[in-house]
T-cell receptor
Framework: SQQGEEDPQALSIQEGENATMNCSYK?????LQWYRQNSGRGLVHLIL?????REKHSGRLRVTLDTSKKSSSLLITASRAADTASYFC???????????FGKGTHLIIQP | SQTIHQWPATLVQPVGSPLSLECTVE??????LYWYRQAAGRGLQLLFY??????ISSEVPQNLSASRPQDRQFILSSKKLLLSDSGFYLC???????????FGPGTRLTVT
């Protein structure tokens, strides 16, 4: 069963604008991760936020986590055409556990 | 640095034919290894994971199987493919105890 659900399913913005994607999950977590997938490619790990963290930054990425609402958001600032991709949140992992992914948000950056 | 390879990149197979997809990892020892499947426009579904040679755990019942004959080699197999086996197959690895996973480039399988 899917743990995370991303929202929106698709997002189209102009280059230079900020993009915000949301993720909701169902059960308690140790951490939440965000991955990017370019069309037809494998996934690339972007950022991990632990359950005791509320916000984390990495370059143009900002992730927030609200464990009381079981939700997370990924903000990409000053978007570029190269940011066009699908973005997935994932929970689980560690030890031998696989990750549980949402269905993803497809982000299109218009030049 | 660590790298992960998958082959073939694409595969078209008839229903009922066998399957063998291979994944190898370089630059690390004793990784956890994973096979995922991604249906068109969907998220990833975990199929198998392995914490060591010969140790395979299955997440979903299916006509697929996995093997780990060497520390950094993970193989996904089927004796007889079904149409529903079509999809994008991704191999991933993680360090023991780490949460982050690192994915290979994937194999696009089309069963006709």
């Amino acid at each position: 069963s899917q743990q995370g659900e991303e929202d929106p399913q698709a997002l189209s913005i102009q280059e230079g604008e900020n993009a915000t994607m949301n993720c909701s999950y169902k059960t308690s977590i140790n951490n939440l991760q965000w991955y990017r997938q370019n069309s037809g490619r494998g996934l690339v790990h972007l950022i991990l936020i632990r359950s005791n963290e509320r916000e984390k930054h990495s370059g143009r990425l900002r992730v927030t986590l609200d464990t009381s609402k079981k939700s997370s958001s990924l903000l990409i600032t000053a978007s570029r055409a190269a940011d066009t991709a699908s973005y997935f949140c994932a929970t689980g992992g560690g030890g031998a556990d696989g990750l549980t992914f949402g269905k993803g948000t497809h982000l299109i950056i218009q030049p | 640095s660590q790298t992960i390879h998958q082959w073939p990149a694409t595969l078209v197979q008839p229903v009922g034919s066998p399957l063998s997809l291979e994944c190898t990892v370089e630059g690390t020892s004793n990784p956890n290894l994973y096979w995922y499947r991604q249906a068109a426009g969907r998220g990833l579904q975990l199929l198998f994971y392995s914490v060591g040679i010969g140790q395979i755990s299955s997440e979903v019942p299916q006509n697929l199987s996995a093997s780990r004959p060497q520390d950094r080699q993970f193989i996904l197999s089927s004796k007889k493919l079904l149409l529903s086996d079509s999809g994008f197959y991704l191999c991933a690895w993680s360090s023991s105890g780490a949460y982050e996973q690192y994915f290979g480039p994937g194999t696009r399988l089309t069963v006709t």
